[in-house]
């Protein structure tokens, strides 16, 4: 017979390594997406732990959707360039403090910034310092008013 049907032919080794290859780096790349690095801050004397959102993903997250900021004091989001970086309460169930930073030092502060619940994305209100900034810090509302902070104030990351 001229045509005859070819056997049908079996994985080779090589395939299921790459296959369990493609698998764990898959599942590597997703559970780094959750990764958020942390940093020790000090300002005005007060040691803050916190997180750091240093990645356009992450800095759209922020705070939404968490009902606090579990064992952590603050977020500290870092910018690539120096640029009027606004801020929104996104789907946000506690308040803030907003700490707009040029480099270390303080540049703009909005205190008290209550949630914004079940408002659309154009419908938030936009938060940006009067100076542009390389860094917006996060911290509980109250925060500023408490430790007595001032444009001019330095922070100070310690590790």
């Known amino acids: 017979m001229l045509f005859q049907p070819k056997e049908p032919k079996q994985p080779k080794k090589w395939h299921y390594i790459f296959f369990i290859v493609v698998i764990l780096l898959t599942i590597g790349l997703k559970a780094y997406s959750y990764y958020w ?10 040691i803050l732990k ?3 959102a240093d990645t356009a993903q992450n800095r759209i997250k922020g705070w939404s959707g968490k009902k606090d900021m579990g064992k952590y004091d603050g977020m500290l989001f870092v910018f690539s360039e120096k640029s009027q970086h606004t801020m929104v309460m996104r789907d946000m169930n506690f308040p803030l403090d907003i700490i707009w ?3 270390f030092t303080i540049v703009d502060m909005a205190p008290n910034l209550q949630p914004e619940k079940n408002r659309a994305e154009e419908d938030l209100t936009p938060y940006f310092a009067r100076l542009p900034s390389t860094m917006v810090l996060e911290v509980p509302a109250g925060f500023v008013m408490e430790n ?3 444009i001019g104030d330095r922070i100070e990351v310690v590790d």
């Open 50 to 52: 916190v997180l750091v």
């Open 148 to 150: 007595k902070l001032k």
């Open 101 to 103: 930073l040029d480099g």
């Open 37 to 46: 690095p942390k940093a020790t801050i000090n300002i005005n004397g007060r």
